[in-house]
Nanobody
Framework: QVQLQESGPGLVKPSQTLSLTCTVSGGSITTSYYAWSWIRQPPGKGLEWMGVIAYDGSTYYSPSLKSRTSISRDTSKNQFSLQLSSVTPEDTAVYYC???????????????????WGQGTQVTVSS
């Protein structure tokens, strides 16, 4: 069974960088053809895909967050991480890591699905 667990500070001050780590067990983050995403859900709102790191280390980001989002990985620890810079209170959300199959492009859209999720971790941006 693949398991994912988010970890990191639950409180971040405005203008600082939010940093989270997802630890994966039961499967390798380098296994073809899986991809590893960060997804968040602000209070009272829907899920928002933030970005992904694929099994080969390639990264892709949501256009709305690309300028301040970075996803990296540590294959020796079977972990991948999220850094979101210049945070504001609008970045307050439950943050999830999740595994998907490598998807495909169709026109201007990318299609994929998520089989495994972490439990989520609450991050509050406040001074």
């Amino acid at each position: 069974q693949v398991q994912l667990q988010e970890s990191g500070p639950g409180l971040v001050k405005p203008s600082q960088t939010l940093s989270l780590t997802c630890t994966v067990s039961g499967g390798s983050i380098t296994t073809s053809y899986y991809a590893w995403s960060w997804i968040r859900q602000p209070p009272g709102k829907g899920l928002e895909w933030m970005g992904v790191i694929a099994y080969d280390g390639s990264t892709y980001y949501s256009p709305s967050l690309k300028s301040r989002t970075s996803i990296s990985r540590d294959t020796s620890k079977n972990q991948f991480s999220l850094q979101l810079s210049s945070v504001t209170p609008e970045d307050t959300a439950v943050y999830y890591c999740a595994r998907s199959l490598s998807g495909y492009y169709s026109g201007s859209y990318y299609y994929t699905w998520y089989a495994y999720w972490g439990q989520g971790t609450q991050v509050t941006v406040s001074s």
